[in-house]
């Protein structure tokens, strides 16, 4: 579990102060997809990198269950960050290296495994991801939902307690994304993994959202999962949810089928 506590961050422009994030407090659980959301510009990039120890906050704590990131010396960081795994938005492949070769990188560079343990590792999560028999095959050579796939399996090498996901269906098809949300949401669930992804997707919001947090303009605007967002009174979380016609017919449709029982 990760609990954020009063968080506050600010950046000077032009010799003037502007905070982004104006004392946030959310808690992200084990085993569940917790997804962060909200308009671009809203403080949520800022608030994960907060989270992962790419900022240091002006106020408030990061806790690892129990272990404030903010109050680390950089040997207790180093090791925290062998525990964390990390999907990037645009996969961040190798292009010089095969699947294998991107899926033990990570085994090479941080645990002790014999090589033999390596490989085996590496492909117990390549296989974990259903991309058996993509072992020698290089990033050109695979389809966008390949390297996706390819790059989970990199971010779970290390067995990681927490997994952080940046836009992971960005580029992708409709069908291609349900496909990796559904991937994340086994995995998070079957490893018992604290996963937070940073998503725009609306259909990831609607499909795995267990806990979801929604970031309106540096400030905590709403806490909840998928079931309850539809009957929200709130208009900035509407305006974000409802900005496609898709959903508002959903949720009209919602209403109407409640006002008939």
């Known amino acids: 579990m990760i609990e954020v506590k009063n968080l506050k961050k600010s950046f000077e422009e032009d010799g003037v102060r502007h905070e982004v994030l104006h004392g946030i407090s959310a808690t992200f659980y084990d085993g569940k997809t ?3 959301i909200g308009q671009s510009g809203s403080g949520k990039t800022v608030l994960v990198k907060n989270i992962v120890g790419l900022y240091k906050p002006d106020e408030g ?18 090791q925290l960050r062998n525990e964390i795994g990390m999907l990037f938005q645009g996969s961040a492949l190798f292009d010089s290296e095969t699947v294998m070769g991107n899926v033990i990188f990570p085994l090479k560079m941080f645990s002790s495994l014999s090589n033999e343990e390596q490989r085996e590792r590496a492909q117990f999560c390549i296989d974990r991801v259903n991309l058996t028999g993509s072992e020698g095959k290089y990033p050109s050579e695979l389809s966008g939902g390949m390297q996706k796939r390819a790059a989970i399996a990199r971010a779970i090498a ?17 069908k291609t994304s349900i496909v990796i949300d559904e991937l994340l949401s086994d995995i998070t669930h079957e490893y018992g993994i ?15 959202g267990e806990n979801i947090i929604f970031v309106n303009r540096g400030h905590l605007g709403w806490v909840g ?7 929200v009174d709130n208009d900035e979380l509407n305006n974000f949810v409802y900005a ?9 449709y919602r209403r109407e089928h409640r006002a008939k029982r």
């Open 244 to 252: 496609t016609d898709l959903f508002r017919d959903v949720r009209l």
């Open 194 to 208: 604290t996963t937070i992804i940073n998503t725009h997707d609306m259909n990831s919001v609607m499909g795995i």
């Open 61 to 78: 704590q990061v806790l690892y269950d129990g272990r404030d990131i903010t109050a680390m010396t950089p040997l207790q960081l180093k």
């Open 34 to 36: 917790n997804l962060i």
């Open 158 to 174: 290390l067995n990681p307690k927490y997994l952080f996901c940046d836009e992971p269906n960005s580029g992708l098809d409709p």
């Open 225 to 231: 999962n998928k079931d309850e967002i539809y009957d």
